[in-house]
């Protein structure tokens, strides 16, 4: 079985200060990791993944995240948010099962972006 | 290219009603899935399909059927409403078939669906 937590329900952040969205997730097996942005009244849509290789992947948006496998974590981060930012984020995690690979969403984080 | 199309957007159900929620895609997606989506629980599996002819059940299923005739097209039945599926329900889809994996999913916009 596998799990994804993210720890912080709601993160408030001042425009242009930095951000860290947490994420640490649990499985036996190897596994691809997921970020997707759910704007309001919208549905979610794909930021960012880490399938292998490079562990630091960036989203074109200025996002990014690094895969930690030995803290088994995939925090988001951005160095400055806009507030276009404003929204929900889900970390998802995807690992092979039964035939196919089973996706885990975690519970969401909402980042409040404050002017 | 519409990519995930859900309709309809919103819906008032009285208690022991059913009806259906129309989910297709337009990328030739193998995989396709209904979420539900509920304060503070994320996203919750109802039940996917990786073909057509080929469902499967999620993580909470009751409640609700579906089915894949075509490779477009995996509606979701709702049997007898009840005020626990109020909710908000999203259809995905990926390239992702057996054993693929590391594509992400395509999400529709939702439905909106309120059960009194």
């Known amino acids: 079985a596998q799990s994804v937590t993210q720890l912080d329900s709601q993160v408030p952040v001042f425009e242009e200060a930095p951000v860290e969205l947490r994420c640490n997730y649990s499985s036996s097996v190897s596994v691809y990791l997921f970020w997707y942005v759910q704007y309001p009244n919208q549905g979610l849509q794909l930021l960012l993944k880490y399938l292998s290789g490079s562990t630091l992947v960036e989203s074109i948006n200025g996002f990014e995240a690094e895969f930690n496998k030995s803290q088994t974590s995939f925090h988001l981060r951005k160095p400055s948010v806009h507030i276009s930012d404003t929204a929900e984020y889900f970390c998802a995690v995807s690992a092979y099962s039964g035939g196919y690979q089973k996706v885990t969403f975690g519970t969401g984080t909402k980042l409040q972006v404050i002017p | 290219n519409a990519g995930v199309t859900q309709t309809p957007k919103f819906q008032v159900l009285k208690t022991g009603q059913s009806m259906t929620l129309q989910c297709a895609q337009d990328m030739n997606h193998e995989y396709m899935s209904w979420y539900r989506q509920d304060p503070g629980m994320g996203l919750r599996l109802i039940h996917y399909?990786?073909?057509?002819?080929?469902?499967d059940q999620g993580e909470v299923p009751n409640g609700y059927n579906v089915s894949r005739s075509t490779t477009e097209d995996f509606p979701l039945r709702l049997l007898s409403a009840a005020p626990s599926q109020t909710s908000v329900y999203f259809c995905?889809?990926?390239?992702?078939?057996?054993?693929?994996?590391?594509?992400?999913?395509?999400f529709g916009s939702g439905t909106r669906l309120t059960v009194v």
């Open positions: 995905a889809s990926s390239p992702q078939g057996r054993g693929q994996g590391g594509y992400g999913y395509t």
């Open positions: 399909s990786v073909g057509a002819g080929i469902t």
